[in-house]
């Protein structure tokens, strides 16, 4: 059996990025948010584009201005306005000044932006009561971007401020990496699906519901294939048209040592090999993972079917999988951080514990975690919901007391 970081090792190891080549797509850029950057992105623009007033208040030659006082103001004629988005007319000569507004572009012969808060206007004549530094208030053309440089690299995630600076560059068809396609199966004779009048025995599958939502919120496209029956042909079947048509798979029962669990020898049967059999994890224990080909692709994991069991596997295995897999460039692994534990934790010691929970920031900016209320069995899918995170208790520890830190994995947005 696995150590937990030694599957992670494994499975990150086998997993493929796409192509760069031919795993992309020209998207528009309402379009692209939340996708995956797959070349990186040059401008032909500096930025800011000119040399820019961060200031309302008045472009002036530092010499005319940098020994004036409030008993000795400088006086300048003014000679023009210049608002954004218009092109001074005029180059400025000794004793002359131009009202400016923020954004708007310097003017010929001024190398200095007075604020208007220090100065006192009368007609076509400005007073200038302190003496400001030199450059002031100016933004340089290129000090923010030069021309011709890398503005964002690629494999980085497109959210509003990247968006941002797309728009800003005039790139509105970004090339990002297709979504992978993750093929999504439930295995089990007892399992029904939420609409079907429930018989003695019978399960509603859920699974599919929520590793179908996880693989969303992951950046990929779910394939949802149903239910199907713990019958080796037609599991066969199934497994077959999954690997045919999606870049990773998902199967959720069928991987333990019961009579009716076939997914390894189904994996094995189609040519493909085990790489893990079991993880020194609670709950998820019984995790299969597999590949078909000499690429490696598509990657087959096998989850465990309790609902808990299912969650944690996923967010802590098949995530960093997908984001790798997506063409994310770096940070695919779970990020820990530590908590203070509201309430005893408690564990076996045996397997590397997960317990869900809420993590919490505190009005001094630390964390706090609050396991959730009743069971953490692996089969307990009513306390997950509105959790956010999961806590860590390493083998060989039994007993994490109330009021002491323990690692946290974050797996929703923390309040």
């Not at 149903?226 to 048509?245: C, R, S, W």
């Not at 944690?312 to 908590?339: D, M, N, Y």
Request: charged share 20%; net charge negative.
């Amino acid at each position: 059996m696995l150590s937990v970081s030694d599957a992670e090792a494994i499975i990150l190891n086998l997993v493929q990025p796409l192509d760069q080549q031919q795993d992309t797509e020209l998207v528009d850029l309402f379009a692209a948010t939340g996708r995956i950057l797959a070349s990186p992105i040059a401008s032909q623009l500096d930025f800011p584009h000119w040399d820019n007033s961060s200031m309302d208040g008045y472009a002036v030659r530092y010499q005319d201005v940098q020994d004036c006082s409030t008993e000795n103001p400088a006086v300048l004629e003014i000679v023009e306005e210049i608002p954004a988005g218009y092109q001074s007319q005029s180059t400025l000569q000794k004793g002359q000044a131009a009202r400016i507004m923020t954004g708007a572009m310097i003017p010929e012969g001024a190398d200095t932006v007075v604020m208007q808060e220090v100065t006192h206007r009368e007609e076509n004549r400005v007073f200038i009561l302190a003496a400001p530094k030199p450059q002031e208030f100016i933004r340089p053309r290129a000090s923010y971007h030069q021309a011709g440089t890398q503005l964002l690299p690629q494999g980085i995630i497109l959210n509003a401020p990247e968006i941002s600076v797309l728009a800003a560059a005039q790139c509105t068809l970004p090339r990002v990496f297709r979504k992978p396609i993750v093929a999504i199966l439930s295995t089990g004779n007892e399992l029904v699906t939420p609409d079907t009048p429930l018989q003695p025995g019978q399960i509603v599958d859920s699974n599919q519901y929520a590793l179908a939502v996880l693989v969303k919120q992951s950046g990929a496209e779910p394939l949802m294939l149903g239910i199907i029956k713990d019958e080796p042909v037609t599991l066969k079947q199934a497994v077959a048209h999954a690997i045919a048509k999606a870049d990773l798979v998902l199967s959720s029962g069928g991987v333990s040592v019961g009579d009716y669990d076939y997914i390894e020898q189904i994996i094995e049967s189609l040519g493909g090999k085990i790489h893990i059999h079991a993880v020194a994890i609670k709950p998820g224990k019984p995790l299969t993972v597999g590949t078909f080909s000499r690429s490696l692709s598509p990657l087959y994991f096998g989850l465990p079917g309790n609902p808990a069991a299912a969650f944690v596997t996923f967010w802590r295995f098949v995530q960093p999988a997908i984001k790798k897999l997506s063409g994310l460039a770096e940070g695919w692994e779970p990020k820990l951080i530590k908590a203070r534990s509201r309430h005893e934790l408690r564990a076996d010691s045996k397997r590397e514990t997960y317990l869900w929970g809420q993590t919490f920031l505190n009005r001094e900016g630390t964390y706090e975690f609050q396991p959730a209320s009743g069971s953490h069995s692996s089969g307990n899918l009513i306390n997950l919901a509105q959790t956010n995170s999961l806590a860590i208790l390493p083998i060989g520890q039994t007993l994490i007391p109330a009021g002491e830190h323990v690692l946290i994995i974050h797996t929703a947005h923390c309040k």
